[in-house]
T-cell receptor
Framework: AQSVAQPEDQVNVAEGNPLTVKCTYS??????LFWYVQYPNRGLQFLLK??????LVKGSYGFEAEFNKSQTSFHLKKPSALVSDSALYFC????????????FGAGTRLFVKA | GAVVSQHPSWVICKSGTSVKIECRSL??????MFWYRQFPKQSLMLMAT?????????EQGVEKDKFLINHASLTLSTLTVTSAHPEDSSFYIC????????????FGEGSRLTVL
């Protein structure tokens, strides 16, 4: 069965500093990995994905994530945080069996202070 | 990108009544849609997979008779919370996969249900 762990409920960072939001996963077969962002009382928006290829994936709003197979991790990063990045971030995984069923982590709330 | 529309955004109902939430794919066809429930703290729980023209597939622990899912067309899935109780109050979100790509999900805006 697939599972995703986001070990941090909350991450605090000062504006302009780099940020990292952690994610580890478990899946049988090859993983398809995703990051989504949610703003208050809204649905989720897709940020980026890893399917195959380069382990460093770049996405929307300057975010990137690094796939590490040996550590089964897919941490989200941004070199310089903005106050507007404050939101709830979800890591998600699905397997490569052909279905689209996606499992989400518990989410990490990011606070960026001015 | 593809658009998924969810309605209503907010609904308040009395205990014992039923509430229907609609999820529409506006510019693409979705043979599969997913319904998630988001609990107050923050976690996103997959409730069921809605399949066009066939029965929904429910996740373990989700009451099929409580949460009725119908996927009557390629652009519409509905979730009906039957005989709602206060513990059903939650944020319900639908999504559909990008079948043309590698399966990222397009999400509706969510529906906040409050049962009095």
């Amino acid at each position: 069965a697939q599972s995703v762990a986001q070990p941090e409920d909350q991450v605090n960072v000062a504006e302009g500093n780099p940020l990292t939001v952690k994610c580890t996963y478990s899946v049988s077969g090859n993983p398809y990995l995703f990051w989504y962002v949610q703003y208050p009382n809204r649905g989720l928006q897709f940020l980026l994905k890893y399917i195959t290829g380069d382990n460093l994936v770049k996405g929307s709003y300057g975010f990137e994530a690094e796939f590490n197979k040996s550590q089964t991790s897919f941490h989200l990063k941004k070199p310089s945080a903005l106050v507007s990045d404050s939101a709830l971030y979800f890591c998600a995984v699905r397997d490569d069996t052909g279905g689209f069923k996606t499992i989400f982590g518990a989410g990490t709330r990011l606070f960026v202070k001015a | 990108g593809a658009v998924v529309s969810q309605h209503p955004s907010w609904v308040i109902c009395k205990s014992g009544t039923s509430v229907k939430i609609e999820c529409r794919s506006l510019d693409f066809q979705a043979t599969t849609m997913f319904w998630y429930r988001q609990f107050p703290k923050q976690s996103l729980m997959l409730m069921a997979t809605s399949n066009e023209g066939s029965k929904a597939t429910y996740e373990q622990g989700v009451e099929k008779d409580k949460f009725l899912i119908n996927h009557a067309s390629l652009t519409l899935s509905t979730l009906t919370v039957t005989s709602a109780h206060p513990e059903d109050s939650s944020f319900y979100i639908c999504s559909a996969p990008d079948r043309g790509g590698t399966g990222e999900l397009f999400f509706g805006e969510g529906s906040r249900l409050t049962v009095l």
